[in-house]
């Protein structure tokens, strides 16, 4: 992987398949949020309602999960509580083991991407199957997901073909139906011999200890409902309060992630098999994932823990829309990405600098179901970590810069400068475009003038 | 591995900390509002307005009386099997399936997969939406989603308007708490995953009837 944001970005503009696939998705997506939500009769009235109550969920966050864990376990559920990523995985490996599971589907959860749940259940011997027909090809790609709803939107037909052709050890077709249809099959004996299933949350709700997942696939409801065990990986923010305040995230989500109007499932699990259930796990495991959100909880930052992930931002964003997901080289790319990486992981190498991967043009903001003023925090955290991360040519540079606007002396000064260069610059393009001369400026400044007129 | 406790002390901790981003207001919410389509059908019954929503998904619909669900699920199956039911079923029995009726659970997970269709009682049904209500104390889970045909039998009296007509009643449809399982279906499952391009009956039914009994 190449060390900064730009190589990777760069390379990635290189990738013309890349670029198509993903100007593709982010267009077709972003449409459908909008016509999804012109359907409603006050869409934006919701959103910042969205907003308000989400608001409210984080105040009263301590008070909510204890209500919901409460209710849970009086359920029969057990719920568990994880600090970071290494707690989390190992309490989810200790349940795998005393299950004996050797195999263990598992539908896609963001928050167990982000505590990189797979490489430690397969250290310890477990097969993981990712069902999800996306996440399913990244997995067969040794990749990891380039959007938060749509896992694999870099790959074409042709690429996933190729994959599963290996996978399958004889050839299949480059058609979506045919490749569809063999991940079916494939996946359909991995969920009826998993000891264990492994889900997502979207939401837990607090006052009936339920649980909320959504999905289109029926993967999601294979996982939760076909093995014996089992065991939801959540962020600790995912709360809300009640059924109410459910109905409006809902109505929210899939509208703004792929424009329906509800995805085609949404779960409500609440509590393990009861003995009047035909069928349903015996046992219910929920793990409660902080891994830095407490850290964000209470500061400046804390609306990014309002995000209920539908995607709706890298849709929009024209940074994420020229390079895809894996620039980013984060868990969570495009707009929200740049905000919750260096947040939840301020040690890791290169996070901070995705917060310089924004235009902050606000298209995020705009897009946004509950309205995190996303560019505001992207700014935020450019000031939090300027004055340690600017080297001397920087500040020298914005020492001048303000130099010139602040003091009359400096404007004078500056805009003198600019008219002799501007000068000489038209002069040299106007004797290039008579083709006078080569170039008019050398290097990147030539090449970036060869295309504009000075006025 | 933390304790309950002290995970949740580090929140009370954190929650009270520093200072949050005022600049811009939080609007005062009272209730949340209702979630409500911008054009309100009010000329057509719920139940045309769910069946064009259903039909708009890909979905079949089926109209039956009280005594004749168990031709209208024949109907809508066509001859196919082996056929998915489980006990709280809906009067469709051996005969109409030719033989090849499965009874979920007692025929094992093994068989169950193997069946082409399920048949399931809807708690209710959304007409805004187009979705069906299924719940685990009235069908087997595995019934409407291991067969790749799934046929749904619900009362058209059970039909309401917006999601939050069950969400925000829960406690009228299941007065004793929710169910371990609710679901609300919408549509044939289907993933875009591959170039944004739909593909059906990826994991769940591919091909989803209703059958809609009017008593009236």
Redesign the interface.
């Known amino acids: 992987m190449t060390v900064t944001f730009l190589g990777r970005a760069e390379r990635a503009m290189r990738d013309d398949r890349l670029r198509h ?1 993903i100007a ?2 982010t267009t ?2 972003a449409d459908r949020r909008l016509h999804a939500l ?5 869409p934006d ?2 959103r ?2 969205a ?3 989400r ?2 969920a ?2 009263d ?2 008070e909510l ?2 209500r919901w ?1 409460s209710r849970l376990e009086e359920l029969g559920g057990r ?5 970071d990523a290494t ?1 989390a995985t ?2 989810v490996r200790d349940l795998v083991r005393a299950h004996g599971a050797r195999v263990v589907a598992k539908g896609k959860s963001m928050a167990s991407e982000e505590i990189h749940l797979n490489d430690v259940l397969e250290a310890d011997g477990r097969e993981v199957v990712e ?4 996440e399913f ?1 990244i997995q067969l790609a040794g990749e990891t997901p380039s959007h938060i709803i ?4 870099h ?3 042709y690429t ?1 073909a190729e994959l599963l052709t290996d996978d399958a050890g004889r050839a299949i077709e480059a058609d ?2 045919a ?2 249809a063999y ?2 099959a494939r ?2 004996a991995s ?2 011999g998993a000891g264990v299933g492994i889900s997502g949350v979207n939401f837990a709700v607090a006052d ?1 200890g ?1 649980i909320c997942l959504v999905e ?4 999601g ?2 996982c ?3 093995p014996p065990v089992h065991v939801a990986i959540m962020g ?1 923010e995912r709360i809300v309060r009640d ?6 995230m ?2 929210l989500l899939a509208r703004s992630g ?1 424009g ?15 003995s ?5 796990p015996d046992e219910l495991h929920v793990v ?1 994932v ?1 891994n830095g959100r ?2 964000i ?4 930052f ?2 990014s823990l309002h995000c209920i992930r539908c995607g709706a931002c890298q849709n929009v964003c024209p940074v994420y829309r020229q390079v895809g997901g894996h620039a980013y080289d984060a868990v969570y790319a495009g707009p929200i990405g740049a905000v919750l990486t260096p947040l939840l992981q301020p040690e890791r190498a290169g996070a901070r600098e995705l917060a310089e991967a924004s235009t902050l043009c606000g298209a995020c903001w705009d897009a946004c179901p509950v309205r995190i ?1 996303l560019h ?1 925090l992207l700014l ?1 955290l450019r000031r939090r970590d300027a004055p340690e991360d600017a080297g001397r040519v920087r500040r020298v540079g914005f020492a001048l810069w303000s130099w010139s606007w602040a003091t009359r002396t400096g404007f004078v000064v500056t805009t003198q400068i600019g008219r002799i260069v501007g000068g000489v610059a038209r002069r040299r393009a106007a004797r290039a475009r008579s083709g006078a001369g080569g170039r008019s400026l050398p290097g990147w400044i030539g090449a970036w003038l060869a295309g504009r007129e000075l006025p | 591995m933390t304790d309950k406790a002290e995970f949740l002390a580090a929140l009370r901790g954190a929650a009270t900390g520093g200072e949050r981003i005022t600049r811009r207001p939080f609007a005062d919410v009272p209730v949340p509002p209702p979630v409500v389509p911008r054009r309100r059908d009010t000329e057509t019954t719920l139940r045309e307005s769910w069946s064009r929503a259903f039909t708009l998904l890909g979905g079949h619909v089926h109209d039956a009386t009280r005594d004749g669900v168990a031709d209208a699920v024949a109907g809508a199956l066509d001859g196919r099997g082996p056929v998915l039911v489980d006990d709280a079923s809906v009067g469709f029995g051996e005969d109409q399936a030719g033989g090849r009726l499965l009874r979920w659970p007692a025929c094992g997970l093994d068989v169950a997969a193997t069946a082409t269709c399920g048949v399931v009682r809807a708690t209710a049904a959304i007409a805004a939406t187009g979705s069906i209500v299924v719940d685990s104390s009235r069908a087997g889970r595995l019934v409407s989603l291991l067969p790749p045909v799934a046929v749904f039998v619900i009362d058209v009296a059970s039909i309401v308007e917006l999601t939050g007509d069950v969400l925000r009643r829960h406690p009228a449809w299941w007065p004793d708490g929710p169910p371990t399982n609710v679901v609300l279906v919408t549509g044939p499952s289907r993933s875009g995953d591959i170039e944004m391009i739909l593909a059906v009956g990826v994991h769940g039914p591919g091909e989803v009837h209703a059958v809609l009994v009017d008593d009236a």
Do not use: C, K
């Open positions: 696939a593709n998705a077709l997506m012109s359907r409603l009769e006050d009235g919701l910042d309602a907003r308000a109550l608001h409210g984080m105040t966050l301590p999960l204890d864990s719920v568990h509580w994880a600090r707690e190992t309490i069902t999800d027909l996306g090809i749509a896992p694999a939107i790959h074409d037909r996933v979506i139906v490749e569809a991940a079916r996946l359909r969920f009826l009936t339920s289109n696939e029926g993967n409801r294979m939760t409902s076909v600790m059924w109410s305040e459910l109905d409006v809902l109505g792929t329906q109007a509800l995805s085609v499932y949404t779960n409500l699990i609440t509590g393990p098999r009861r009047s259930d035909a069928d349903g409660v902080d407490s850290s909880l209470g500061t400046e804390e609306e003023p505001d935020a």
